[in-house]
């Protein structure tokens, strides 16, 4: 089965520097990948998707690569801000499925003002 | 749009009762709907998958008799917890995706803190 890594269990940066989470699987390359944010006690929340056909994602702050030769993805704040603190999960269809979600423990992210 | 409803946010109940859940989609007919526990520090584990008008399909591991999963609408789904007990204590999660679309990802439920005291 799909096992994936996110190495980072808590990063904390300085507001206005960028972010860097990480993102890896193992064994199959999955035909998309998932970005989502959770805040304490609440659902995730979808940020972004990326295909495998796809090397680079952006939407606004967010910026996300998907490298299927080191089976990685990773996931990019700019000018990160206090409110961008949160849980941030990366998610991707299991074997056999392209259609439920598997997901990683997510990296815990504390952007100090 | 695309907004996942989840009742209740929180719920303490005692052991050896049976609590239910309720995932509503508001603006979206939900084809699909997952259900989810998460544990402190933990990753969302999938539970079970259900579609509209039939039986849900769980995950290995996963008591399909104590997990009980309803789907009777393209709206609604509900999760019940049956005869619960304190290791049932968790955060619940549902989601849904619809069509075209709104198939792309996946919407979630605000959660369910379950206590069972």
């Known amino acids: 089965s799909q096992k994936i890594e996110q190495n980072s269990e808590a990063l904390n940066i300085q507001e206005g520097k960028t972010a860097t989470l990480t993102c890896n699987y193992t064994?199959?390359?999955?035909?998309?990948l998932q970005w989502y944010r959770q805040d304490p006690g609440r659902g995730p929340v979808f940020l972004l998707l990326?295909?495998?056909?796809?090397k680079e994602k952006r939407k606004e702050r967010l910026k996300v690569t998907f490298d299927t030769t080191l089976k990685q993805s990773l996931f990019h704040i700019t000018a990160s801000q206090p409110a961008d603190s949160a849980t941030y999960l990366c998610?991707?269809?299991?074997?056999?499925?392209?259609?439920?979600?598997?997901f990683g423990k997510g990296t815990l992210l504390t952007v100090n003002p | 749009g695309a907004v996942v409803s989840q009742h209740p946010s929180w719920v303490i109940c005692k052991s050896g009762t049976s609590v239910k859940i309720e995932c509503r989609s508001l603006?979206?007919?939900?084809?699909?709907m997952f259900w989810y526990r998460q544990f402190p520090k933990q990753s969302l584990m999938l539970m079970a998958t259900?579609?509209?008008?039939?039986?849900?399909?769980?995950e290995q591991g996963v008591e399909k008799d104590k997990f009980l999963i309803n789907h009777a609408s393209l709206t609604l789904s509900t999760l019940t917890v049956t005869s619960a007990h304190p290791e049932d204590s968790s955060f619940y999660i549902c989601?849904?995706?619809?069509?075209?679309?709104?198939?792309?990802?996946?919407?979630f439920g605000q959660g369910t803190r379950l206590t069972v005291v």
């Open positions: 989601s849904a995706r619809g069509q075209g679309r709104l198939n792309t990802e996946a919407f």
């Open positions: 064994n199959y390359s999955p035909a998309y």
């Open positions: 990326i295909r495998e056909n796809e």
């Open positions: 998610a991707l269809p299991p074997g056999g499925s392209n259609y439920k979600l598997t």
């Open positions: 603006d979206f007919q939900a084809t699909t």
């Open positions: 259900s579609n509209e008008g039939s039986k849900a399909t769980y």
